[in-house]
């Protein structure tokens, strides 16, 4: 946090001269003596929301996979007309410390395509699926996985 707010004011000063690092320095330096004393920051929480960023920029890239490989699978239960589709409605119940965890699952089920959250009332999902193979293990799935492992860090 200190070199990020040393380098910021490195960058609105527009130009580099030992001068302005310095006195760049003592600002930040104090600045961050405020937020450590006051705010209650601390290197130790600023680790932690490192380490729920990475967790999280993780997340996005399994659902990129995820919703690239059920396109796969919708476009070949469109072109492939000899296939029997069996639609399912899938309930199931998943526990998570915080809300916003909650909605990023169903969220995360409703962008994947051949899949919708139709409710979410407390901790039970209520899920339509295109074919009954997209309903299977997906009260466990990727999503599932990596929201637990992300509230892992959530003391």
């Known amino acids: 946090m200190l070199f990020l707010l040393i380098l910021f ?20 330096a104090a600045l961050y003596l405020f937020l450590y004393r006051f ?41 492939n007309s000899k296939l029997e589709v069996e639609p399912r409605v899938v309930s199931f119940r998943k526990n998570f410390k915080e809300e916003h965890h909650k909605v990023l699952l169903a969220e995360s089920i409703t962008l994947t395509p051949g899949t919708i959250t139709v409710h979410l009332e407390g901790n039970r999902y209520t899920v339509h699926c295109l074919d009954k193979e997209m309903a299977l293990g997906i009260n466990n799935s990727v999503f599932v996985k990596q929201l637990k492992k992300m509230e892992s860090d959530i003391k």
């Open 9 to 28: 004011w490195i960058v609105l000063n527009g130009k580099f001269t030992w001068e302005i690092f310095t006195i760049g320095a003592l600002i930040s």
């Open 39 to 79: 705010v209650g920051y601390s290197p130790k929480r600023e680790l932690q929301l490192i380490k729920r960023g990475l967790k999280f920029a993780l997340y996005l890239l399994i659902l990129i996979k995820e919703v690239i490989v059920a396109n796969c699978k919708v476009i070949y239960y469109i072109y």
